[in-house]
């Protein structure tokens, strides 16, 4: 009987722990978010983050190991958020024609700045200072939302295999990866830009990635 009273006890105790555990890794993660969109990844510190919170910098490393381990973590979030909008959007019933997925596509990262510039640093950055198994698991949960996402485009696009599905996203990611960085210039560079000579370098990331979406999409068709 006070076996089963003290169980009873225990239970909620760990779970209430559980929770403030993620309540404080949550507020990490926005701290971290925050001061990413006011300043870069080089400049964010892990004391920045610590300050940010009022936490001790010591806690936040209990939390994150590195600077890199934390900014995969709100990649990953970014990541699976994102997915979720576009599986949204694919999810409407019918066949498309390549230029609405491709536009559907370029308007899922409308207000999404936050995740692509992270998943411009994924490869060259944020995994380059984490363990290997937080590395897997970030790429498991890519590998699975990848596989919800290939057959929503294939229902989308009949002339998609799962061959082609995986490597459209693919293509895409590198896409993505590109024209962000090539749209987010250093603002002695934008000053340059405006020059009327310079047109043919400035870069609309949206009308870019639907021009580059719709022709790989023709590409594929025609195989």
Not at 109 to 133: C, D, I, K, P, Y
């Amino acid at each position: 009987m006070v076996g089963a009273l003290a169980e009873k006890r225990i239970v909620p105790l760990r779970a209430r722990r559980d929770e403030d555990k993620e309540a404080r890794r949550r507020e990490l993660l926005d701290a971290a978010r925050a001061l990413f969109e006011a300043t870069s990844f080089a400049e964010v510190k892990m004391a920045d983050v610590a300050a940010r919170t009022g936490l001790a910098k010591g806690t936040v490393f209990l939390y994150f190991p590195t600077k890199e381990a934390l900014f995969l973590a709100l990649l990953d979030d970014l990541l699976t958020a994102w997915f979720a909008k576009l599986n949204g959007r694919l999810a409407q019933d019918g066949t498309w024609t390549g230029h609405q997925l491709a536009r559907s596509v370029a308007e899922s990262l409308e207000g999404e700045e936050t995740f692509t510039r992270l998943l411009a640093l994924a490869q060259t950055v944020l995994e380059q200072n984490v363990t290997v198994a937080q590395a897997r698991a970030f790429k498991e949960r890519v590998l699975v939302a990848m596989g919800t996402t290939s057959a929503l485009l294939q229902a989308r696009l009949p002339f998609l295999t799962p061959e082609t599905a995986g490597q459209l996203i693919r293509c895409v990611h590198a896409l993505v990866t590109g024209l962000r960085q090539m749209a987010d210039i250093a603002p002695v560079a934008r000053e340059v830009l405006t020059l009327p000579h310079m047109a043919p370098l400035r870069v609309d990331f949206r009308a870019e990635l639907t021009a580059a979406i719709t022709t790989l999409l023709r590409g594929l068709e025609a195989r």
